[in-house]
């Protein structure tokens, strides 16, 4: 299939509405969480479908830790079984793994499984960027520290010291489940960025949903700035 010109290079997502599905079937928030693991691996398809250079999803910020131990170890438990899952996959269809956040803060297991599959899937082309105890302000404040070491902050010394310096300009930022704030993510990347909000909730999100985020993206012009 061809790649439409129109289309965005780099795509984020915040995953919101995993405990709302749960809750509306009467199933534990876990059960939410699985099923946006699936929700995950469409996506990833999707836009590996639709051409797009980058996906970056929040799965985890700075303030989950703040949930009770039994979530924080239910997605744990559910990064693990994912990478064990789905990264020979990866591999073979050309996604690289990159982690924007401090994950060597995640138990010992975590990180090795995280730096194995970066590892792995470095030559990929499309990347695949998940957010592990990320949180923007944070990310910004350690830019600047860094660009001060170097000796001059201004905004492309600090754009080049976030996380996100070797990834594509962020064109398309998606929120599900009707929330709309970007909750300390990417605040720095979404300068310029569209922002698409859409009531489904995250494990219901699918292919037709991205389509209409790309198609809204599409009809948007951008103006950067100028007139
Ligand atoms: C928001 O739903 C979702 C999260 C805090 C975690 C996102 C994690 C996943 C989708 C799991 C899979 C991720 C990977 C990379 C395998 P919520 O619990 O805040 O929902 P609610 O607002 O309805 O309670």
Redesign the pocket.
């Known amino acids: 299939m061809s790649v439409q010109d129109s289309n965005p290079r780099h795509v984020a997502i915040i ?7 749960a ?1 509306k079937r009467h199933l534990p ?1 876990a059960m ?2 699985q099923k ?2 699936e ?2 691996r469409r996506a990833v398809k999707a836009c590996s479908k639709y051409g797009i250079e980058c996906l970056t ?5 700075s303030e ?1 830790w703040k ?1 009770g131990e039994e979530e924080v170890g239910d ?1 744990m438990n ?2 693990k079984k ?1 990478i064990g899952s789905d990264l020979e996959d990866f591999i073979a269809n050309g996604i690289r793994l990159r982690i924007l956040g401090d994950y060597t803060a995640f138990e010992p297991e975590i990180v090795a499984l995280l730096e194995d599959a970066l590892e792995r899937t470095k030559a990929g082309k499309q990347t695949l960027a ?1 957010a592990l105890n990320y949180g923007s302000q944070q990310e910004i404040a350690r830019a600047a520290r860094l660009a001060a070491d170097q000796g001059e902050i201004s905004p492309e010394t600090i754009a080049a010291n976030l996380y996100t310096a070797d990834l594509p300009p962020l064109d398309l930022l998606i929120r599900t ?1 009707g ?1 709309i704030r970007l909750s300390n993510f990417l605040l720095w990347q979404s300068a310029y960025a569209e922002m698409y909000f859409t009531e489904v ?2 494990p219901d999100f699918g292919e037709q949903d991205l389509k209409l985020a790309l198609d809204e993206f599409a009809r948007r012009e951008r103006r950067f700035g100028g007139r």
């Open positions: 995953m919101d509405g995993n405990g709302r599905w809750k928030r939410g969480h946006g693991g929700a995950v999803l929040y799965a985890f910020s989950n949930r997605l559910l990064m994912f998940v489940s929330e909730l995250w």
